[in-house]
Structures are given as C-alpha cells and as structure tokens.
C-alpha cells in the first residue's frame, strides 16, 4: 500500500518551453501533496505544499508563477514549470500526506527534468 | 544554525560493522522524526519513524531519539553493501511537512 507515482520520470525539453509534471496517490488520498527538488549531491529542497481544492503554498524563494502546482483531487497533483531554463534542471520529487492520524508522508520515484 | 543538522560524511564503514549515523534538531515540539535512505538517482525511501524517546528496533536497524538532548540517530548492525546510500535525517513540523537534513553518505566495503 501507500503507493506515489510520477510522470514522466524523466523529460528533456527545450529553453523557454513549459513542462507538466503529475504525481498521483495510487491506492489512498492525499489530503496534502508536497513538491520538492533536488540538485546533483545536495539534500531535498521542499519547493511548495498542495492542498486538495486550494492554492499551493509556496516556501520562501519559489516563484510561484513559474512553478505552478494545481491540486485537483485528493489523489493527484501537477507540478508545471513554465518557461524552463537550464538552471530549472534538477530532480523534483513529490510526497503524498494521507493524514488521518499518520505523520508519515510518501514519496514518488521522482522525475528528472533536463532543459536543453 | 540548521533546524535539522546531521553528522558530516561520508562515513565509511567495513562490511558486518555497526553504522552510526547522527541527527540534531532546533525545535523542541517536534513530536516525529524519520530515518530515509536515498540511492543515488532515486527518490528517498522511508527506514524508520519514531516518536518516543528511546530505542527502537527493525531488522538491522535501530533508531534512538532523545528529545530532551534534541537528537536522533540510526544504527545499522551487520552493514551490507547495499547499505551504501544517503541517510537523511528529517523531523516533522506540521501536518506531514518535514524538514530533512542534508543528509549523510554512507559507504560499506566489502
């Protein structure tokens, strides 16, 4: 049980373009979705936190209007980073919170974002 | 001063001996704290969660907290090969979000 995925896990694209990442809860909902990134020997970096049905909060640094996160539904969310430059290539990695007396949260196998 | 600070590496340990890896933390209400490993390239994996202070054991593995000292650490008896990772350390702040450690790397020769 307790089973995240990620798509795509990995994705190359071109300077300027936008990319959608989606991260789904596959046999529980998430009341809370946490986006992280992640650069080459460093620790994770906790990017934004999604809540089902309300705006993303972001952690200080994070331009909200290039990292856009939409939390549709209880089981998925979507990370986009628009206009991607270089300097955006890293490994964002998403966590699904069930709550309901867990403080566990639940990682995905991370997506690997490469811009040419 | 890092709200979640653990031990420098990378530590290198003989294959069969005990690791030890160590944590502190800045917040006193902290209630949770988890042990991940990392494989180089994936995403990290849940080892251990522990809520009280003292020990707790699984498998091979231990993790000790002591909130009055404001650490936690993990120990690896029997290390294997395929314990060679990065052990993050992380501590819950609120509702499932936690802050992690910058972690640290183990490496076990055979």
């Known amino acids: 049980g307790a089973v995240v995925s990620q798509h795509p896990s990995w994705v190359i694209c071109k300077s300027g373009t936008s990319v959608k990442i989606e991260c789904r809860s596959l046999?529980?909902?998430?009341?809370?979705m946490f986006w992280y990134r992640q650069f080459p020997k460093q620790s994770l970096m906790l990017m934004a936190t999604?809540?089902?049905?309300?705006?993303?909060?972001?952690e200080q640094g994070v331009e909200k209007d290039k990292f856009l996160i939409n939390h549709a539904s209880l089981t998925l969310s979507t990370l986009t980073v628009t206009s991607a430059h270089p300097e955006d290539s890293s490994f964002y990695i998403c966590?699904?919170?069930?709550?309901?007396?867990?403080?566990?949260?639940?990682f995905g196998p991370g997506t690997r974002l490469t811009v040419l | 001063q890092k709200e979640v600070e653990q031990n420098s590496g990378p530590l290198s340990v003989p294959e069969g001996a005990i690791a030890s890896l160590n944590c502190t933390y800045s917040?006193?209400?902290?209630?949770?704290f988890f042990w991940y490993r990392q494989y180089s390239g994936k995403s990290p994996e849940l080892i251990m969660s522990?809520?009280?202070?003292g020990d707790k054991e699984d498998g091979r593995f231990t993790a000790q907290l002591n909130k009055a000292s404001q650490y936690v650490s993990l120990l690896i008896r029997d290390s294997q090969p395929s314990d060679s990772a990065t052990y993050l350390c992380?501590?819950?702040?609120?509702?499932?979000?936690?802050?992690f450690g910058d972690g640290t790397t183990l490496t076990v020769k055979p």
């Open positions: 992380a501590v819950d702040t609120n509702a499932g979000k936690s802050t």
């Open positions: 522990i809520y009280s202070n």
């Open positions: 966590s699904a919170y069930p709550g309901q007396g867990t403080d566990t949260q639940y």
């Open positions: 999604s809540n089902e049905g309300s705006k993303a909060t972001y």
């Open positions: 917040d006193r209400v902290s209630q949770s």
């Open positions: 046999d529980f909902q998430a009341t809370t």
